[in-house]
């Protein structure tokens, strides 16, 4: 089976769960992989739940991560974690808010690049291909930022590995 | 990167890119969830798009483009084709000279909409070529494909979407540009005067049209099979075919990318060739009803798989038979409006004086959830005037006297305008109390202009509705305008004075979105007309 890797990034309108999701779904083309990325957005500007499901691989069929079958769950916001837990497959790997002190950021406003440097080590997409990304989804003034905070998402996760 | 390279698009934008590189000479619609990035991404890739006021107008301007030899884009949600239905189905009788492709994007689900509704069956009830892409690749090449049906056969068509088409993101490689024929008019009176002699014709010849139409259907690549195990076959259409191809990757597929009319004798061929055949489409059993009444023996979805979207779990339960309880996902955090929308003085002002709201469609929809629970019926764009006016004529004269209609400003352009004229036409003996809630965009579909804010889509200056005086020429008795602060107590004393007056009053409350105000200023330093802000304290 060509079986995708499952990514689901959730989190409250205004943090940046679909730039999140675009950055990562962006990698995953570069990389030269089947990609489909599929959100609902309309009312989520307005604060309320937002996810947005990647889906990467040889091959990508239905465009949403079937229930309970995330690889990866990808948490922006504290009390998004258990209304969405039940995406996480069995030993599926919780990305949680707690994983990063946003005051230690440049930007805050880059938490959501932060938690996508944090998935990063554990997914098979080179930092080249990341910074890329980051490069094409944002504007040249705030690159410099989102890069710190991806490093500092990537550290995090490593000292959590270690 | 070249044009002709391998890109990462939403359905929407692919339609975008099919539709410049169609050779559409100009892209309409009015914006709507989930439709309404197609063309915001066709003028931001050098395509010609506009906002129209409405769906209607919208859809017949496309038809002036498309009589004049061109061709022409129209895009709306599900429920703007409800408002476009009028013309579209005459156009579907006089026929079209160049290209006329309606996009209807569907909800199903209700991600961001009033009514889960299907409008694959408007392409049967107005006699229109349908097609239903399953993902980008395809957004882009029906697109396409829509544009020589249309032209092939001098028929408007419709691409049906749905919220998971727009808005994944999938890779696209793109194909070689259309060739594109100049502009023309030709006179042809007979085919395009409606009058009953003429019509009558016009249906015989739409009729015509389907007969070979269904023909052909037979034998495009657009519906194509997908050989596998003889036990199992599924027929199915749009992203259903990507749920159903990834938990039933063993069975025989009959693929329908374009599913109306019918390719009946494939499908027959088809029903044959397999044990099990089972149909899987979201929403209402369109495919299943008519492979059914075309006396084939199919397997339908189970009811309870009607509502709401299809995934790939709801999938394996319709092939399993299973009807029991699916299991439910805690609620999220629902939407609110925002901190420092200007809604909240005006929603508090109901609240505290107990009104009776006939409310509308768009952000301040979200007065009808707690803190305020102040919205008592939101139907459909621009019903708030008409609504709020019977609720005055029947109930009791204190209870009257509470009813307040409360529209945005796009949606009062949309739709408000003839609610005001049947308000000065046929007053309630209380009167009646209009809100207008300025914010001065679309702030509920992402900000878009209309013909209030003075802005086209691509936010450049240009001619601007202004409502107060738009009022008075209507010949309401009292018009006002309300800079919106932050405190309630201005507007609600302006309010109780309003509703006592027993006067045909418009109120016009004005601020410019919280989201939006950065960027309005901005627009307003580059393409100067009457800046919101200036308005607001006149």
């Given at each position: 089976?060509?079986?995708?890797?499952?990514v689901?990034?959730?989190?409250?309108?205004?943090?940046?769960?679909?730039?999140?999701?675009?950055?990562?779904?962006?990698?995953?083309?570069?990389?030269?992989?089947?990609?489909?990325?599929?959100?609902?957005?309309?009312?989520?500007?307005?604060?309320?739940?937002?996810?947005?499901?990647?889906?990467?691989?040889?091959?990508?069929?239905?465009?949403?991560?079937?229930?309970?079958?995330?690889?990866?769950?990808?948490?922006?916001?504290?009390?998004?974690?258990?209304?969405?837990?039940?995406?996480?497959?069995?030993?599926?790997?919780?990305?949680?808010?707690?994983?990063?002190?946003?005051?230690?950021?440049?930007?805050?406003?880059?938490?959501?690049?932060?938690?996508?440097?944090?998935?990063?080590?554990?997914?098979?997409?080179?930092?080249?291909?990341?910074?890329?990304?980051?490069?094409?989804?944002?504007?040249?003034?705030?690159?410099?930022?989102?890069?710190?905070?991806?490093?500092?998402?990537?550290?995090?996760?490593?000292?959590?590995?270690? | 990167?070249?044009?002709l390279?391998?890109?990462?698009?939403?359905?929407?934008?692919?339609?975008?890119?099919?539709?410049?590189?169609?050779?559409?000479?100009?892209?309409?619609?009015?914006?709507?969830?989930?439709?309404?990035?197609?063309?915001?991404?066709?003028?931001?890739?050098?395509?010609?798009?506009?906002?129209?006021?409405?769906?209607?107008?919208?859809?017949?301007?496309?038809?002036?483009?498309a009589?004049g030899?061109a061709?022409?884009l129209?895009?709306?949600?599900?429920?703007?084709?409800?408002?476009?239905?009028?013309?579209?189905?005459?156009?579907?009788?006089?026929?079209?000279?160049?290209a006329?492709?309606?996009?209807?994007?569907?909800?199903?689900?209700?991600?961001?909409?009033?009514?889960?509704?299907?409008?694959?069956?408007?392409?049967?009830?107005?006699?229109?070529?349908?097609?239903?892409?399953?993902?980008?690749?395809?957004?882009?090449?029906?697109?396409?494909?829509?544009?020589?049906?249309?032209?092939?056969?001098?028929?408007?068509?419709?691409?049906?979407?749905?919220?998971?088409?727009?808005?994944?993101?999938?890779?696209?490689?793109?194909?070689?540009?259309?060739?594109?024929k100049?502009?023309?008019?030709?006179?042809?009176?007979?085919?395009?005067?409606?009058?009953?002699?003429?019509?009558?014709?016009?249906?015989?010849?739409?009729?015509?049209?389907?007969?070979?139409?269904?023909?052909?259907?037979?034998?495009?690549?657009?519906?194509?099979?997908?050989?596998?195990?003889?036990?199992?076959?599924?027929?199915?259409?749009?992203?259903?075919?990507?749920?159903a191809?990834?938990?039933?990757?063993?069975?025989?597929?009959?693929?329908?990318?374009?599913?109306h009319?019918?390719?009946?004798?494939?499908?027959?061929?088809?029903?044959?060739?397999?044990?099990?055949?089972?149909?899987?489409e979201?929403?209402d059993?369109?495919?299943?009803?008519?492979?059914?009444?075309?006396?084939?023996?199919?397997?339908?979805?189970?009811?309870?798989?009607?509502?709401?979207?299809?995934?790939?779990?709801?999938?394996?339960?319709?092939?399993?038979?299973?009807?029991?309880?699916?299991?439910?996902?805690?609620?999220?955090?629902?939407?609110e409006?925002?901190?420092?929308?200007?809604?909240?003085?005006?929603?508090?002002?109901?609240?505290?004086?107990?009104c009776?709201?006939?409310?509308?469609?768009?952000?301040?929809?979200?007065?009808?959830?707690?803190?305020?629970?102040?919205?008592?019926?939101?139907?459909?764009?621009?019903?708030?005037?008409?609504?709020?006016?019977?609720?005055?004529?029947?109930?009791?004269?204190?209870?009257?006297?509470?009813?307040?209609?409360?529209?945005?400003?796009?949606?009062?352009?949309?739709?408000?305008?003839?609610?005001?004229?049947?308000?000065?036409?046929?007053?309630?003996?209380?009167?009646?109390?209009?809100?207008?809630?300025?914010n001065?965009?679309?702030?509920?579909?992402?900000?878009?202009?209309?013909?209030?804010?003075?802005?086209?889509?691509?936010?450049?200056?240009?001619?601007?509705?202004?409502?107060?005086?738009?009022?008075?020429?209507?010949?309401?008795?009292?018009?006002?305008?309300?800079?919106?602060?932050?405190?309630?107590?201005?507007?609600?004393?302006?309010?109780?004075?309003?509703?006592?007056?027993?006067?045909?009053v418009?109120?016009?409350?004005?601020?410019?979105?919280?989201?939006?105000?950065?960027?309005?200023?901005?627009?307003?330093?580059?393409?100067?007309?009457?800046?919101?802000?200036?308005?607001?304290?006149?």
């Open positions: 089976m060509n079986k995708p890797i499952n689901v990034i959730a989190g409250l309108g205004g943090q940046g769960v679909i730039k999140a999701s675009d950055i990562l779904s962006e990698t995953a083309f570069r990389s030269g992989l089947a990609v489909k990325k599929s959100e609902i957005h309309g009312m989520s500007q307005r604060g309320g739940s937002v996810t947005s499901d990647v889906r990467f691989g040889p091959e990508v069929l239905s465009p949403m991560v079937p229930p309970g079958e995330a690889d990866f769950l990808v948490v922006l916001a504290p009390d998004q974690v258990e209304v969405n837990r039940s995406q996480l497959k069995p030993g599926g790997v919780l990305i949680a808010p707690d994983l990063v002190d946003s005051a230690k950021l440049a930007n805050r406003k880059s938490f959501n690049i932060a938690l996508l440097g944090a998935l990063s080590t554990h997914l098979d997409l080179t930092v080249e291909k990341w910074q890329e990304a980051i490069h094409a989804c944002l504007p040249e003034k705030l690159h410099a930022a989102n890069e710190q905070a991806f490093a500092a998402g990537r550290q995090a996760a490593n000292s959590l590995k270690s | 990167m070249s044009s390279d391998r890109q990462l698009l939403s359905g929407d934008s692919a339609i975008a890119l099919g539709a410049l590189h169609g050779g559409v000479a100009l892209g309409t619609g009015y914006p709507g969830t989930p439709s309404t990035e197609i063309l915001e991404y066709l003028a931001q890739i050098g395509g010609k798009a506009q906002w129209s006021p409405n769906e209607k107008v919208a859809l017949e301007v496309g038809i002036g483009v009589y030899g061709r022409s129209v895009t709306m949600k599900h429920v703007g084709v409800n408002v476009a239905a009028d013309p579209l189905f005459s156009v579907a009788h006089t026929g079209v000279v160049g006329l492709v309606l996009v209807s994007a569907d909800d199903p689900g209700m991600a961001s909409s009033q009514n889960e509704q299907d409008n694959r069956r408007y392409a049967v009830a107005a006699a229109l070529p349908m097609l239903e892409p399953a993902d980008s690749q395809e957004a882009y090449d029906f697109m396409l494909a829509a544009i020589e049906i249309s032209e092939r056969w001098h028929i408007p068509v419709l691409l049906r979407v749905t919220t998971r088409i727009c808005h994944t993101q999938a890779p696209v490689v793109p194909a070689a540009p259309l060739p594109v100049a502009p023309f008019f030709e006179h042809d009176l007979r085919g395009r005067n409606l009058i009953p002699a003429n019509a009558r014709p016009a249906h015989r010849r739409l009729r015509q049209k389907l007969a070979e139409m269904a023909e052909w259907s037979e034998t495009t690549p657009l519906n194509y099979v997908l050989p596998g195990s003889q036990q199992l076959g599924i027929i199915t259409s749009g992203v259903s075919f990507m749920h191809r990834e938990v039933a990757s063993e069975a025989s597929f009959l693929k329908l990318g374009f599913t009319p019918l390719p009946l004798k494939k499908i027959a061929e088809f029903v044959r060739s397999v044990e099990r055949c089972v149909v899987i979201e929403g059993p369109y495919l299943a009803d008519a492979i059914r009444a075309a006396g084939l023996v199919v397997e339908n979805k189970p009811e309870m798989y009607r509502f709401g979207e299809l995934n790939t779990n709801r999938v394996k339960r319709i092939l399993a038979h299973d009807v029991s309880p699916e299991p439910t996902r805690p609620p999220g955090k629902p939407p409006l925002c901190d420092g929308c200007s809604h909240h003085v005006v929603f508090q002002a109901f609240k505290n004086l107990d009776i709201v006939a409310g509308d469609i768009g952000c301040y929809a979200l007065g009808v959830l707690p803190p305020y629970s102040a919205m008592d019926c939101c139907v459909c764009m621009g019903s708030s005037i008409p609504i709020g006016l019977g609720l005055r004529h029947v109930l009791p004269k204190a209870e009257a006297k509470r009813v307040v209609s409360v529209i945005g400003d796009s949606t009062f352009v949309h739709s408000g305008m003839t609610g005001l004229a049947e308000m000065v036409y046929n007053p309630p003996p209380t009167g009646h109390v209009v809100v207008i809630l300025d001065s965009t679309t702030a509920m579909t992402g900000h878009q202009e209309h013909p209030g804010t003075g802005r086209t889509l691509d936010h450049s200056a240009t001619g601007k509705i202004v409502y107060e005086k738009l009022g008075q020429a209507m010949g309401l008795e009292d018009v006002r305008v309300i800079p919106l602060g932050k405190d309630c107590a201005a507007f609600q004393s302006i309010l109780v004075e309003a509703l006592a007056s027993e006067k045909l418009l109120l016009i409350a004005r601020r410019p979105c919280v989201l939006a105000a950065k960027h309005i200023r901005e627009y307003e330093k580059c393409a100067p007309g009457t800046p919101a802000t200036e308005v607001a304290h006149e």
